[in-house]
């Protein structure tokens, strides 16, 4: 048993005051560790920059302890019982790593709990502490790991199978809002911290039939006893991480639903579709995983070329869970997909990069992306979505209706639950022309691992689903829906966004009309035409413009202005709306409709 203690003497420090109790330490001396990166978070960050005052003491006094390299400690022999204590700076609001301030306290195990070498395997308990300030009275808390002497939702004492279990559930603690409910018979709690208005009834109705659906889309019973969505509110945020019985997710105030509000906004159904893609993440990739993963070695980047389908495969089902369990209609459905094949259509990036090659370079080329990404990468999220959407249209084909994406996860999770192999490379390929009685292995491997363009509109054709294709709009058209009246005829080459310079480049497209004209990232444009020009002018400009007109420009690159001219391309079809086809409606329905 190890025993782990974590509290703040004073929260507005945005210290984490920890000590770790070893009771049978290493004779040959204690090696102690932090991960580097998160599962779920594929980048290294390097948690150990946040970590000082690392002491180690025995009945005798002070041991010393020598650091090993940026991550690992050696505490000097003894045969004595060891406490370790250290404190961690916590100032990130994000799902990754730990936050800490007056207004609450937020931690991933990952950032905070040295892992004891040797000892990984090991029971441990945690004793969660209240911090000993005014401000911290009337806190609560909220996590999924076990309870050992602690009530619901306070202070005390908690437990962890292993080292691997302890850091795989994140705690909030603070002033929150809390709303619960039951799927299929697990206790869930939604709890929410920061300011907001929300209909909690409302939210907590609509998570319990998308849980409701997963559980049963799975089997039942559930493969947790108890879960917890951990929600941070904030005015603009967006994003989630997953845990065995928990996620930790941030969303802007907007995106909840308010009292009386009877539709779906799209920022609530986004949020949705949010809290749909991680409870999904209970099953495909936190149990069902990549073989490389088993276990995880937390001290370095693990490559893999398959997060097309532990992310793809989920980002997939997200949606298609809302529209099957009756949260939409079949059309906000249809809009939520083309708006997919849209982000994965504008970006030059999926000529050159492969969903598995995405997946392989995720450390540093998804989570690290810069100006020139959309020219150099394809997002193995979008992407892999599109390859699940084609996996399961070709299957649904290919086997008249038998078989679909659907069994090919239900036989993973058979799989995990008889003997959890882990997934290898080419296993789920093998699963799915076993399942569909047909040879796709060809069309698989390009999909996954070649850059031509996917099928999507004949296999959605088949599917009672029209593909069409258009001009965007404007930079905040996301796709998906038609427009009434004349769309630009011109593109620009640039995506473009007002800041307190004035009209700045975001990012050019490779061989656009910007780049041609020798603009980049960074310039500040001040005139069009000897003009002076901001976002509102340069679109109403765009709007009535033909191709090859060309426009001379002044702008700033640093303090340098310079001028350029700009010969306008036609403006490119890349931003797909989905419509229901009257052919084929009725494979449209049993795509789109739940067999449950
Ligand atoms: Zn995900």
Not at 38 to 67: C, W
Not at 176 to 187: H, I, K, Y
Not at 223 to 231: K, L
Not at 465 to 482: C, I, M, T, Y
């Amino acid at each position: 048993m190890i025993r782990y203690q974590i509290t703040s003497a004073n929260p507005v420090t945005h210290y984490f005051d920890v000590s770790i109790q070893i009771s049978r330490p290493d004779p040959q001396g204690q090696k102690l560790r932090l991960p580097n990166w998160i599962p779920g978070s594929y980048m290294i960050r390097d948690f150990a920059r946040n970590l000082l005052d690392l002491k180690v003491t025995n009945e005798h006094g002070e041991l010393s302890v020598e650091q090993l390299d940026k991550s690992n400690w050696m505490v000097e022999a003894t045969t004595h019982p060891i406490d370790v204590s250290y404190r961690v700076y916590a100032k990130d609001l994000s799902v990754r790593s730990a936050h800490l301030d007056a207004s609450h306290g937020y931690f991933n195990g990952t950032s905070v709990f040295l892992e004891v070498l040797g000892l990984s395997e090991l029971p441990c308990e945690v004793l969660i502490e209240r911090p000993p300030v005014e401000l911290a009275r009337t806190w609560q808390l909220a996590t999924s790991l076990a309870r050992k002497e602690a009530d619901a939702y306070d202070f005390g004492l908690y437990q962890a199978e292993n080292y691997d279990d302890l850091i795989d559930h994140p705690v909030e603690m603070g002033n929150f809002e809390r709303v619960s409910f039951e799927a299929c018979g697990v206790p869930h709690d939604v709890i929410l911290t920061g300011r907001f208005v929300c209909d909690l009834d409302r939210l907590a109705a609509d998570l319990k039939t998308i849980c409701e659906f997963h559980i049963r889309f799975f089997g039942e019973p559930a493969p947790m006893d108890y879960y917890q969505f951990q929600v941070l509110v904030v005015g603009d945020g967006y994003g989630g991480l997953e845990h065995r019985a928990s996620t930790s997710l941030v969303c802007s105030r907007d995106s909840l639903p308010k009292p009386g509000q009877q539709k779906i906004t799209d920022d609530y159904r986004d949020f949705l579709g949010l809290c749909s893609h991680e409870y999904f993440h209970t099953w495909n990739v936190k149990r069902i995983k990549p073989k490389v993963y088993q276990p995880y070695d937390l001290q370095q980047e693990v490559y893999t070329p398959l997060l097309w389908a532990f992310e793809g495969i989920t980002s997939y089902y997200d949606d298609l869970a809302l529209v099957r369990c009756g949260l939409i209609d079949q059309s906000a459905y249809l809009e939520l997909l083309s708006q997919t094949i849209t982000r994965v259509a504008r970006g030059k990036g999926r000529t050159r990069q492969s969903a598995g090659e995405s997946s392989f370079n995720t450390w540093t080329k998804f989570y690290k992306q810069d100006e020139n990404a959309a020219n150099a990468i394809v997002s193995y999220y979008a992407k892999g979505c599109l390859i699940a959407a084609c996996i399961d249209l070709r299957m649904r084909s290919a086997s008249d209706g038998e078989s679909n994406l659907d069994d090919v996860m239900r036989a993973l999770w058979q799989q995990y639950q008889a003997t959890a192999p882990g997934v290898g490379e080419d296993d789920i390929q093998q699963l799915i022309c076993l399942l569909s009685g047909a040879d796709l292995s060809s069309e698989l491997q390009e999909w996954i691992y070649g850059t031509a363009e996917l099928p999507l509109e004949e296999l959605l054709g088949q599917h009672g689903v029209e593909l069409l294709w258009r001009a965007s709009q404007n930079q905040s058209d996301k796709g998906g829906k038609e427009i009434d009246g004349e769309l630009p005829r011109v593109d620009f080459g640039a995506f473009l966004k007002m800041s307190p310079n004035g009209l700045e480049i975001q990012r050019v497209s490779e061989q656009g009309a910007a780049q041609l004209a020798g603009l980049a990232a960074g310039d500040v444009i001040v005139a069009v035409n000897g003009l002076k020009t901001d976002q509102a002018k340069l679109e109403k400009q765009l709007a009535l413009a033909v191709p090859d007109d060309v426009w001379q420009l002044h702008a700033f690159r640093r303090d340098e202005l310079f001028e350029t001219d700009v010969t306008l391309q036609a403006a490119a079809e890349t931003t797909a709306v989905l419509k229901a086809a009257e052919q084929n409606s009725e494979q449209r329905n049993l795509w789109l409709q739940s067999e449950s």
